[in-house]
């Protein structure tokens, strides 16, 4: 009898996939997720140590040498926009360059990357400080979009999924930056995904997560946003995970936003 090819859950297998903070939270549960499906990943992120811990946490869950090869990171900061083009650059270079001289094409990038929240009211907001906090979540995806088809397979199997937020439909008081930021992750999808077709370009919604950036803030915040998810409980890395994984499986889905938010947007 002839072998069984399975066609969901080999979507990944011998992929290559680029994760920008890939070393904590929702971005380390998409490095796990995507070694299980058979993908190598690459993670960074803008701390060297941060990079080779997540290395190390990844070898340890996944210990035998299948997976161990598979696991590669670099560290790359996106916080400075003078720098930015040229660190994405120089990061692009060394995640495409593989272990031999052959050139290493990406397949999917997942953009999960995100400094730590500055929740500022309008009022004592700045011109500066308001673009300071785009650097990260919203100047840096674009770079990505401007720099990646070089080092990508140019396929709708490839993808780029980025990362917005609830907040973008409900936003919390004194949000409104942050918000506007996400909201024009959101939007850029669709000029993205028309501007590198045939490579895909989603965006996922996360609601509330338990990560490491949730662990700053204060408890009574998390337990009012308890109190309105639906499924009464915050959300798990691992869960969002899935709907970066879609993103990278269905060939179908460009120009998409995934929501992973525990309904919190209509409650
Ligand atoms: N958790 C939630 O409830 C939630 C909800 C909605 C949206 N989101 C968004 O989803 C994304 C991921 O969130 P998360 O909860 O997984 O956050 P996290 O646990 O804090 O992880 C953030 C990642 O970004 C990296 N990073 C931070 N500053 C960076 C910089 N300057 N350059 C490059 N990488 C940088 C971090 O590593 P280093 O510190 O080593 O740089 C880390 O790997 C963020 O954009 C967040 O705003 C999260």
Redesign the pocket.
């Known amino acids: 009898m002839s072998e069984i090819r399975f066609k969901s859950i080999n979507k990944l297998n011998d992929s290559f996939v680029l994760i920008?903070?890939?070393?904590?939270?929702?971005?380390?549960?998409v490095a796990a997720a995507a070694l299980e499906h058979g993908a190598s990943v690459f993670?960074?992120?803008?701390?060297?140590?941060?990079?080779q811990h997540?290395i190390k946490e990844l070898r340890t869950t996944y210990h035998s040498e299948e997976f161990h090869h598979r696991i590669s990171g670099a560290?790359?900061?996106?916080?400075?926009s003078d720098q930015l083009e040229e660190n994405l650059r120089k990061l692009f270079e060394l995640a495409s360059s593989g272990s031999t001289n052959q050139r290493r094409l990406i397949d999917h990038i997942v953009?999960?990357?995100?400094?730590?929240?500055k929740v500022v009211p309008l009022s004592d907001s700045t011109p500066a400080s308001i673009l300071n906090s785009g650097?990260?979540?919203f100047l840096?995806p674009l770079i990505i979009g401007k720099l990646a088809t070089k080092y990508m397979r140019i396929s709708n199997r490839s993808s780029i999924t980025l990362?917005?937020?609830?907040?973008t439909r409900r936003p919390e008081h004194d949000w409104t930056v942050?918000a506007a930021f996400?909201s024009g992750t959101e939007g850029m999808r669709f000029g993205l995904s028309k501007d590198l077709a045939p490579i895909r370009v989603n965006v996922?919604?996360?609601?509330?997560?338990?990560?490491?950036?949730?662990?700053?803030l204060p408890e009574q915040a998390k337990e009012e946003w308890r109190k309105v998810l639906l499924t009464g409980e915050?959300?798990w890395?691992e869960d969002?995970a899935e709907a970066y994984v879609y993103s990278m499986k269905d060939r179908s889905a460009t120009g998409a936003l995934v929501d992973s938010?525990d309904g919190r947007i209509f409650n």
């Open positions: 920008f903070g890939g070393t904590k939270g929702i971005g380390l549960a993670v960074t992120s803008s701390q060297e140590e941060n990079v997540a560290s790359c900061d996106l916080g400075s953009f999960t990357a995100g400094d730590s929240l650097t990260v979540r840096a990362t917005s937020g609830s907040m942050l996400a996922v919604a996360p609601g509330v997560v338990q990560t490491p950036l949730l662990a700053r915050l959300g890395p969002v938010s």
